[in-house]
């Protein structure tokens, strides 16, 4: 006969250990499950999330508090078992085809970034003004500031994209295969910047020019005009010579900002926010809306068509109606 064994008299307890000991790190690569720390100058440390941890997830750019074998040495393995406040969360809405019953997947991209460098290239292939206003949509939503970087200026001028944005303000820097790059090493100083960009625009062909060490792979351009995915993880590379990191990003080919508000994708074009202003409540600013002040605000010349009609498009593509150019 079995006998059921009586309930134990001590209390279940979630008390969990405060990790008085623990060593603080910055978490500058991720593979498969794996995570890569920086600990003071030490050797890099290999950890895994701790249990209590639960779902949150680690990212390249949290900084991250580790116990048990933070040596560095081969073999050893570290445990997270906090992750401090993140400053910033970068996201994007994964592509369609990574989507759940309960609608497209949100990735958080890097954390703790300070600035967003948009890298695109005049030419080869051609720079897509769609996907630099996504960008910027989501830099200013996750309060990061962006920076335009140029790429292959000895192919094609930067006039007709520089005009593209001329009411932002938006701060740029030029690239050449041989030119200075002085004031980009100026523009990173003493920032935590996430470059982001489609493949092929010479974003890992930067970073190994920034980075001699970084040996990323670099890829070309296909017969369509489309680059091919190089970088396959994002990893955070400290800048020689100079304060600063920067963190690599797999090259992407969409966006998606389903996770940003609508009124929160008004905020990433400021050339069209005073326009607003003799909208009636709750304008949808759309172009079925009889009322919306936008369309007079344009053709009085106080901003872009085109601006216009890529915010427009970015708002029907929060539905999933569009995509971005």
């Not at 500031?145 to 200026?153: G, S």
């Not at 966006?255 to 905020?267: D, N, R, T």
């Not at 344009?298 to 029907?316: E, K, Q, W």
Request: with cysteine.
């Amino acid at each position: 006969m079995r006998v059921r064994p009586g309930r134990s008299s001590r209390p279940r307890t979630r008390t969990r250990p405060k990790h008085d000991d623990a060593v603080d790190g910055f978490v500058f690569a991720v593979d498969r499950g794996r995570y890569t720390v920086e600990v003071g100058d030490d050797a890099p440390v290999t950890a895994m999330r701790a249990r209590e941890l639960g779902r949150k997830s680690v990212v390249v750019g949290d900084r991250v508090s580790l116990v048990g074998d933070t040596s560095g040495a081969a073999g050893a393995l570290a445990r997270i078992v906090r992750i401090a406040e993140r400053t910033s969360v970068l996201r994007r809405t994964a592509d369609d085809d990574d989507t759940t019953p309960e609608g497209r997947l949100e990735r958080v991209v890097v954390a703790n970034a300070d600035q967003l460098v948009i890298v695109s290239s005049l030419s080869d292939p051609p720079p897509r003004t769609g996907f630099i206003d996504r960008c910027l949509v989501a830099a200013y939503d996750a309060d990061i500031d962006p920076l335009l970087c140029l790429t292959k200026a000895d192919l094609a001028g930067p006039d007709e994209v520089l005009g593209y944005y001329a009411e932002l303000d938006l701060p740029h820097v030029l690239v050449r295969p041989d030119s200075d790059l002085t004031a980009v090493r100026e523009r990173l100083a003493d920032r935590v910047s996430v470059l982001v960009g489609h493949s092929g625009v010479g974003k890992s062909t930067l970073v190994n020019r920034l980075v001699p060490d970084a040996d990323r792979a670099v890829g070309v351009v296909s017969a369509i005009g489309r680059g091919r995915h190089t970088s396959t993880s994002a990893v955070a590379l400290r800048l020689p010579g100079v304060p600063g990191w920067i963190i690599d990003t797999p090259g992407v080919r969409s966006f998606g900002l389903a996770h940003v508000s609508a009124e929160s994708l008004l905020h990433g074009f400021p050339d069209l926010v005073e326009g607003t202003v003799d909208c009636p409540p709750n304008c949808e600013h759309t172009p079925t809306e009889a009322e919306c002040a936008l369309d007079a605000w344009v053709a009085a010349g106080n901003a872009d068509p085109r601006r216009l009609a890529s915010y427009r498009r970015l708002l029907a593509s929060r539905a999933g109606a569009d995509t971005e150019n």
